[in-house]
């Protein structure tokens, strides 16, 4: 099981930081990503990691002012977000993959387990 949090109203400018936690098992072997979905738009690839946190991958729209990062000790995968802007308004979810890969995937439908989401809103 995902789950996210850290979503919440932040004015344009701020930051964020979600967190995605796995229970009741490891996420150390799985992939992690973050997608999100803004009202009347398709989940689209925001984030990913490898298991070993060695790679990672952006979309272009957040690139150089998000950051994602992983703790496999805490089961723990993290998204920081900065210099957020009214765009960036949407449900986050974070997703895994059972794969030691270092191949970042970026299509959702590769992702076996997925959080429920936690909505981030951005005020001008």
């Known amino acids: 099981q995902l789950v996210e949090s850290g979503g919440g109203l932040v004015q344009a400018g701020g930051s964020l930081r979600l967190s995605c936690e796995a229970s009741g098992g490891t996420s150390s072997n799985c992939g992690m990503g973050w997608f999100r979905q803004a009202p009347g738009k398709g989940r689209e690839f925001v984030a990913g990691?490898?298991?070993?946190?060695?790679?990672?991958e952006y979309a272009d729209s957040v690139k150089g002012r998000s950051t994602i990062s992983r703790d496999n000790a805490k089961n723990t995968a993290y998204l920081q977000m900065n210099s957020l802007n009214s765009e960036d308004t949407a449900v986050y979810y974070c997703?895994?993959?059972?794969?030691?890969?270092?191949?970042?995937?970026?299509?959702?439908?590769?992702?076996?387990?997925w959080g429920q989401g936690t909505q981030v809103t951005v005020s001008s």
């Open positions: 990691i490898s298991w070993s946190g060695s790679k990672t």
């Open positions: 997703a895994a993959v059972e794969s030691r890969s270092l191949i970042v995937r970026r299509d959702a439908g590769r992702y076996d387990y």
